[in-house]
């Protein structure tokens, strides 16, 4: 049967809206490569069709009127419905096209999210993805604005306009050189690592308030040798010496290849978790749907409770 071609809306919404984006005829027909006399006889055709008229004609371009308004809702609504439609016949042939967007927290990136793509791709190579990476308030108001379709947070979200997909158990973790003394341990507790220079996360990051929530509890006083919202970096600097980071244990073993990953035994630590979630009530774009098809899978491969040592 060849490729087919692509639903389109009736050409006079597609017009239509043209002349609203444009705000005029003139700059609508030259975008549109049509003559201006065309494009306005289209939308006069519009307006018998609909009884009344759609613009106020203004010496400085075109104005809706409240029916025009009203028309524009429904033709937007229509032409993000066919494209949604025209996704999922793709889909059926496996034809999936488009961009997944997705913010994240940091601790992702090493290896989760990129194995998440990996796989993802395997099977649907027309989709792409977009990632951002930011703290968990960031990631919730980007979500929340449709900025993004998914988020992976460490951070519970607590606002009613955000639903949680799926959730699995990540503990937070001290990680430091092989030959630091803390090193021998199974599990230590916060109390343990303050004796330590820390390098930790920034007021920005989830894992922060988790760390002085423990430590106003216990009555512990953090001074970190280093602060960053960049979790590498602080991996970066337990690697050179007696320092201990503390981080979400996400990805696999050799995540954090030169350090010994150590879960923090505090229970607010312990029982940390990371959430995949959504914007509630908004019907997701296919290829982000079926990413989330993909993902779930990938939550419960990826436990967070065994002491790692990489060299």
Known sequence: MGRPRKLRPSENHLYFDAVVRHGSIRRAADALHIASSALNRRILDLEH???????????RGMRLTTAGEILLGFVRKSMKELRRAELEIEQLRGEVRGVVRIAVAESVTPSFLPEAISSYQATHSGVGF????????ALVDALTKDSVDLILTHEAPSMPSVTVLAEVRHELCALVAPDHPLARFERVALSDCVEYPLAIPDQSLA??????????????????????DSIETLKSYARLGRAVCLSFRVGPDDESPGLVMIPLSDPPCSEASLYL???????????????VEVLLPLFARHPSNARSVVA
């Open 130 to 137: 977009h990632v951002e990476v930011d703290g968990p308030d």
């Open 49 to 59: 069709e609909v009884g009344t008229a759609l613009f106020e004609r203004l010496p």
């Open 207 to 228: 894992a922060r308030a988790l760390i002085e929530l423990v430590a106003e509890e216990t009555a512990l006083t953090l001074r970190p040798a280093l602060e960053s």
């Open 277 to 291: 979630a959504a914007r509630r009530g908004r019907v997701l774009p296919v290829p982000a749907a079926s990413f």
